[in-house]
């Protein structure tokens, strides 16, 4: 004699086997220089992701090249932080909303203002005051 099965069995088993649209990830490509416009070579980019109620949590981190050219993998949308550092430079943070793909970002640095032998831990944070040039799907 066969088992009946409930009609909300069944209807639990379609919406699970339901797929999931995937979400649309964007990249961030640019490039570090000097506020005078010269690259920046190696320096370290680090994306946090930020999470209301949870401490950011680094995502990615990249280096640039030569060129001061650099390129962040494909990222859900959402809130980050992008942290940009190098030596003899103050450190650069941008807050923003990642809903497209981010090209041709141009991200400069202001020199330091610490002596060459000053203590090497102390850190100056630059707050980005708008988003990302192309980070609202502009």
């Keep these: 004699m066969p088992f009946p099965v409930p009609a909300g069995l069944l209807v639990g088993f379609a919406l699970a086997a339901t797929p999931v649209a995937p979400v ?3 990249e961030i490509e640019g490039q570090v220089v000097s ?32 060129a001061g050219r650099f390129r962040i993998p494909p990222m859900p949308p959402g809130a980050y ?3 940009v550092r190098a030596d003899g430079f103050d450190t650069l943070r941008c807050a923003f909303q990642l809903s ?14 610490e002596a060459p032998n000053a203590d090497p ?16 799907g502009a």
């Excluded at 100056?124 to 609202?136: E, H, I, K, M, Q």
């Design 81 to 83: 932080l992008l942290d």
């Design 35 to 66: 506020n005078r416009g010269a690259p920046v070579a190696e320096a370290q980019l680090v994306l946090f992701r930020v999470e209301p109620g949870h401490a950011d949590a680094v995502v990615e981190s990249t280096d640039t090249d030569r």
């Design 121 to 136: 831990t102390h850190t100056t944070f630059v707050y980005a005051a708008t988003s990302l040039p192309g980070a609202d």
């Design 100 to 113: 497209g793909p981010v090209g041709d970002l141009v991200l400069r640095l202001d020199p330091s203002d």
């Design 24 to 26: 649309a990830q964007s």
